[in-house]
């Protein structure tokens, strides 16, 4: 059982993804330091000369100021002659730098370069408003009094220096690429992702697939399992409907098969003996016999022709479930046949003592039907009146407006549908003549109720 749950544990959908989120956060620690080394070995490779090439020429401007505070503090008590050999001296290793001092009494002294907007002689003013205006300004300027002491009143030196020399523009550090390497680990990550969901997006629409399209005998096809993970499984279980499926319908037509072989043979067999009780009836007629004899006869007679019929919707339901009733349908004048049909009929509605009202339309009705099976459905109709609806004494023919179309109407007055749960052979009637009309095209509307049976037959194309 362990095993079993550490396989499930290994092949789960939300393992995998959670192993991916772990990995990149066990990572983590790892890329950062390796995308500064990345960025410096591409800085390298770009740079070969070295990475001197990025550091100012000048140095930083911390440095440039303790250097400048520490030359002032070393000129302490110097005579304006070392002032000048000392910033002549700094102006050759700082020559992009602009160098001068001013004495103690605030006149100013070697400019290296000459500044015109310098005055000649300092007051406190000028002084403090120059400090305030170099103080983060460009250029880069140090202020340091002569002998490293404001109160020593030998004078300032000031060094100025552009800003694009300490920190030049042009030149990028060694971390110029951190963030592009970042940008790469994050976008692996993600492109993991999608390729995560798209695979499983991609299962799923397969077994949608599989599931909507329906094969040759109206299922669905198996599909592919994948993985063994919860879509896989879900892809196994399908696979395992569709095959009891198959099996189930393979097993339907199997006992459909073996259903119409036996009423086909059950008829069949029924049929001589059958044949061979009504001879022998018919030659018990012509002996004499009494009353009582008589009207057991006719009994016998009667439910003899009961199961002549019964057989004989047995067999046509037979082929009618099973696709082999013959059927030529072309368009007929269906006015014509239940005249043909109904004058057949009307000497046994007469002998019955019915009433027959017929009401049809001198005007032709084209109706798509086989003449013999639409005959079918009138005598089945006809012979359910006769023999179940007989008490009503009334029979109509007659048609009517139908949901938009006309529809030919079969009425009776009988006790209805409801009485007729134990006559044999009428519900089987009435489902043989619902198929033949299916099979031609037509609809069967019946409406029953203890006054009486109507059914409405219609082209079933304008009831869609």
């Known amino acids: 059982m362990k095993q079993g749950l550490i396989q499930r544990f290994r092949t789960s959908l939300l393992s995998r993804y959670v192993l991916i989120i772990v990995t990149a956060l066990l990572f983590i620690p790892f890329l950062i330091p390796a995308s500064f080394f990345a960025s410096w070995t591409v800085s390298r490779l770009l740079n070969p000369d070295g990475p001197e090439l990025y550091k100012p020429p000048y140095g930083s401007a911390h440095n440039l100021k303790q250097m400048w505070h520490q030359q002032a503090s070393t000129l302490g008590g110097a005579s304006p002659q070392e002032m000048d050999a000392k910033l002549t001296e700094l102006k050759d290793q700082y020559p992009d730098a602009s160098l001068f001092w001013v004495d103690g009494e605030g006149l100013t002294r070697l400019q290296l370069p000459k500044q015109p907007a310098l005055p000649d002689k300092w007051s406190v003013d000028q002084t403090i408003a120059f400090m305030k205006e170099a103080y983060d300004g460009d250029p880069y300027t140090v202020v340091a009094f002569i002998g490293g002491g404001e109160g020593a009143g030998q004078g300032f030196m000031v060094f100025e220096l552009p800003r694009s020399f300490l920190t030049p523009q042009e030149n990028l550090s060694d971390t110029r690429f951190y963030g592009l390497f970042m940008a790469l ?5 993600v492109l993991l992702s999608y ?5 499983i997006r991609k299962r799923l629409l397969r077994l949608e697939s599989a599931m909507t399209q329906v094969g040759e005998h109206g299922l669905p096809a198996p ?41 086909a043979n059950l008829s069949h067999d029924l049929r001589t003996p059958l044949t061979v009780l009504g001879g022998h009836l018919y030659s018990i007629r012509k002996e004499p016999l009494s009353k009582g004899g ?30 082999r009733y013959a059927l030529s349908i072309q368009p007929q004048d269906v006015y014509r046949i239940v005249r043909e049909s109904a004058a ?30 639409f005959r079918r459905v ?28 006309t529809a030919l109407v079969i009425a009776d007055r009988g006790p209805g549908l409801a009485s007729l ?29 203890a006054e009486g049976t109507r059914h409405y037959i219609c082209p079933a194309v304008f009831l869609t």
């Open 185 to 189: 680990i994050f976008g692996i990550f």
């Open 195 to 199: 390729l995560f969901f798209r695979d």
């Open 223 to 263: 599909t592919y399992e994948g993985r063994p993970d919860e879509i896989g499984q879900l892809e196994k279980a399908f696979n395992h409907m569709v095959q009891q499926l198959e099996d189930g319908r393979r097993r339907e037509r199997e006992e459909e098969a073996l259903r119409n072989n036996l009423i």
């Open 294 to 323: 008589q009207q057991s006869l006719s009994l016998m007679e009667a439910k003899l022709a009961d199961l002549d019929h019964l057989i004989d919707h047995l067999l046509s339901y037979n082929l009618l479930t099973s696709g």
């Open 344 to 373: 057949a009929w009307y000497p046994v509605w007469e002998n019955a003592g019915l009433i027959v009202d017929i009401q049809l339309p001198d005007e032709p009705l084209k109706w798509p039907v086989d003449t013999q099976g």
């Open 378 to 405: 009138l005598d089945n109709l006809f012979q359910n009146i006769v023999r179940h609806a007989s008490s009503g004494n009334y029979v109509g023919i007659h048609t009517l407006p139908w949901k938009g179309t």
């Open 421 to 449: 749960s134990d006559a044999k052979g009428a519900g089987l009637g009435l489902t043989i003549v619902e198929l033949l009309l299916r099979e031609m095209g037509l609809l069967l509307t019946t409406k029953s109720s």
